[in-house]
Nanobody, 127 residues
Framework: QVQLVESGGGLVQAGEFLRLSCAASGRTFSSYAMGWFRQAPGKEREFVAA????????NYASSVKGRFTIARDNAENTVYLQMNSLKPEDTAVYYC????????????????????WGQGTQVTVSS
């Protein structure tokens, strides 16, 4: 029902910033809660941020809170992740995800809550 394409990743130095975008297909974009996850080499995929269907609620992992901001533009079928003050430990492949059945912001922190995933975009932060 939805296709997701991430963009905006790249190689930056510590302290710099990146803005990731996730473009979604379909006319039902506003029906999906959206999330960002990341996966570093040798590690499991971990939660980064989530936003409710209307964008009225957000949730962040403790490791990124205060540095990252998730936002969505339902008119453009796009969700964003603004990443400031990047650290080497932020290096990972970042994935966009869409969930149709759950819109409770406090539980949108696990992989099982989402139905669709993008291909991922690489973020590398050098020290």
């Amino acid at each position: 029902q939805v296709q997701l394409v991430e963009s905006g990743g790249g190689l930056v130095q510590a302290g710099e910033f990146l803005r990731l975008s996730c473009a979604a297909s379909g006319r039902t974009f506003s029906s999906y809660a959206m999330g960002w996850f990341r996966q570093a080499p040798g590690k499991e995929r971990e939660f980064v941020a989530a936003i409710s269907r209307r964008g009225s609620s957000t949730n962040y992992a403790s490791s990124v809170k205060g540095r990252f901001t998730i936002a969505r533009d339902n008119a453009e079928n796009t969700v964003y992740l603004q990443m400031n003050s990047l650290k080497p430990e932020d290096t990972a492949v970042y994935y966009c995800a869409a969930g149709l059945t759950v819109n409770i912001i406090t539980v949108l922190t696990t992989i099982g809550r989402y139905d669709y995933w993008g291909q991922g975009t690489q973020v590398t932060v050098s020290s």
